[in-house]
């Protein structure tokens, strides 16, 4: 078993930056109970991203947002 992980180890270590991340992440998710939950947090903070920086939607700063929300609660 050690010779495998020691192959498939150097095996991942030639990927790319990001590559080694996503794969992190799947080995990580396979050892989540609730691993299809976070694949879907994975998937809409993607999703979120992707409208940020497409304009889709527009952010705010924390101190507007917080303004915002003290007022409502009044």
């Known amino acids: 078993m050690g010779n ?3 192959m498939l180890e150097a ?5 790319t930056p990001g590559e080694r991340a996503a794969f992190a992440q799947v ?9 299809e939950i976070e694949e879907a947090w994975a998937s809409e903070v993607e999703c979120r991203i992707a409208d940020v920086e497409s304009g ?8 507007e947002a917080l303004a915002q929300v ?3 609660l009044k």
Do not use: H
């Open 56 to 63: 889709v939607v527009q952010v705010i700063p924390i101190a």
């Open 11 to 15: 095996e991942a270590l030639m990927l």
């Open 70 to 72: 003290r007022s409502a």
């Open 27 to 35: 080995l990580l998710a396979s050892l989540d109970e609730d691993a």
């Open 4 to 6: 495998q992980l020691e």
